[in-house]
């Protein structure tokens, strides 16, 4: 072996050692994966799922034979219908634009309203999330427009606009669910939240007059029966003390005519007994009562027919 045979010997050498270092650095660099906090990590053997991985940090086989896909299950997503967020915050910015096509929906009095609602949602199965359904959030969407669609449907336009905003909520985040559950996209729905209801631009101020006249309307009802439910229990109650009145003094009538009644039998069984001196005590009983209230007494002399008028001896 010649110098350059000797030469090329080593140049082989360090070129199958370089290789060899820079497979050993792809095989390490390639056979460990983080999984952060708030994600789960689906291992997947030649594109089929094998296992889950928790968060921290994990082997896997290397040069692509194993390939880890981290999912944010703990991460609380959003989508918004009728309207976007540019700009969260202590002073939200949303997009000026419209999205009629998502928010007029029909209601059951073959009325339009304006519904602009919020559906927020986490993974919780991210094998299902994966490869079940090719677009989950597309999915998501669609399905809530088509419950939100369906329970607005069900209802009068004063409800959709007034009470019952949140039983439509309940009943969408509801059902909504179910259909998640049932196309197994591996979503959960943590909240369905009404922002905004109102009816089309083009008749609110129809509507808000309308509005405002069956408010008016309550406002006067309301007060027609606080001033029914004041006076009819003060008339009842001035009723009844006048009836109670005439009762009492009914009663007290016909207790003192009884007792004048029972005085007089008894005056007459004395009267039968002694006449003449029942006579004489009845005259005198009866001119002690009317002589006090005279103010003045004249006595007539039989014989020159001239009254005498007696002296007031009291003044």
């Not at 006249?213 to 606080?226: D, F, G, S, T, V």
């Amino acid at each position: 072996m010649d110098l350059s045979d000797f030469l090329a010997l080593i140049n082989l050498k360090r070129i199958l050692f370089v290789i060899l270092g820079l497979i050993i650095l792809v095989c390490l660099a390639t056979s460990f994966y983080t999984v952060e906090a708030d994600e789960i990590a689906v291992v997947l053997m030649f594109g089929k799922s094998v296992r889950q991985a928790e968060p921290g940090l994990h082997f896997k086989l290397p040069f692509g034979i194993e390939r880890a896909i981290n999912v944010p299950v703990r991460k609380v997503f959003k989508e918004e219908f009728g309207f976007r967020t540019i700009k969260p915050g202590v002073r939200t910015m949303y997009d000026t634009g419209e999205y009629l096509e998502e928010s007029l929906l029909l209601t059951g009095d073959l009325n339009i309203a304006d519904v602009e609602w919020v559906v927020q949602y986490k993974i919780k199965d991210p094998t299902a999330f994966l490869f079940s359904v090719r677009n989950p959030q597309r999915a998501l969407r669609d399905l809530s427009e088509s419950v939100m669609s369906r329970v607005i449907g069900d209802r009068i336009v004063t409800e959709v606009l007034t009470v019952g905003r949140i039983e439509i909520a309940a009943e969408v985040e509801q059902h909504l669910q179910k259909l998640l559950d049932l196309y197994n996209t591996g979503l959960d729905v943590a909240n369905v939240t009404m922002q905004d209801v109102n009816p089309p631009e083009k008749v609110k101020s129809a509507f808000n007059a309308v509005n405002e006249a069956k408010q008016e309307k309550e406002r006067l009802i309301n007060e027609a029966w606080r001033d029914y439910n004041q006076l009819i229990p003060k008339s009842k109650g001035l009723a009844s003390q006048k009836i109670s009145e005439a009762q009492g003094y009914a009663l007290k009538r016909v207790n003192e005519a009884q007792g004048d009644a029972d005085r007089f039998n008894a005056i007459r069984a004395e009267y039968q007994k002694a006449k003449e001196v029942t006579r004489q005590r009845l005259y005198l009983e009866t001119m002690q009562e009317v002589l006090p209230q005279v103010k003045e007494i004249y006595v007539i002399d039989d014989k020159t027919n001239t009254p005498i008028p007696i002296l007031q001896l009291t003044e």
